[in-house]
């Protein structure tokens, strides 16, 4: 239904900036909250940010100051401008979609991206 495509990560030093794409692409659907969740080893996948589709926006504690969540409705594209980053952030990034059906029947559901490895050098 929803496919979600991200890309930007890559292996920076800390301190370095970062900026995470993901595009959604589908038919018939319309995207209501999108965010990003990230998952290191052998923890629990967590919130970053998410962003919905008034512009309301939530951070994870760890990265508020560092980290903006914004989006492009007209391109169903989130971005994660990620600045000052520390070895703490290397993780794998999850770009994540609420998204509606907008013909047929009405359905709800997440969607998820493949994830994008953000690795982060002292």
């Known amino acids: 239904q929803v496919q979600l495509v991200e890309s930007g990560g890559g292996l920076v030093q800390a301190g370095g900036s970062l900026r995470l794409s993901c595009a959604a692409s589908?038919?018939?659907?319309?995207?209501?909250?999108m965010g990003w969740y990230r998952q290191a080893p052998g923890k629990q996948r967590e919130l970053v940010a998410v962003?919905?589709?008034?512009?309301?926006?939530n951070y994870a504690d760890s990265v508020k100051g560092r980290f903006t969540i914004s989006r492009d409705n007209g391109k169903n594209t989130v971005y994660l401008q990620m600045n000052s980053l520390k070895p703490e952030d290397t993780a794998v990034y999850y770009c994540?979609?609420?998204?509606?059906?907008?013909?047929?029947?009405?359905?709800?559901?997440?969607?998820w991206g493949q994830g994008t490895q953000v690795t982060v050098s002292s």
């Open positions: 994540n979609a609420d998204a509606s059906g907008t013909i047929l029947y009405r359905w709800k559901k997440d969607f």
């Open positions: 589908g038919t018939s659907f319309r995207i209501n909250a």
């Open positions: 962003i919905t589709s008034g512009g309301s926006t």
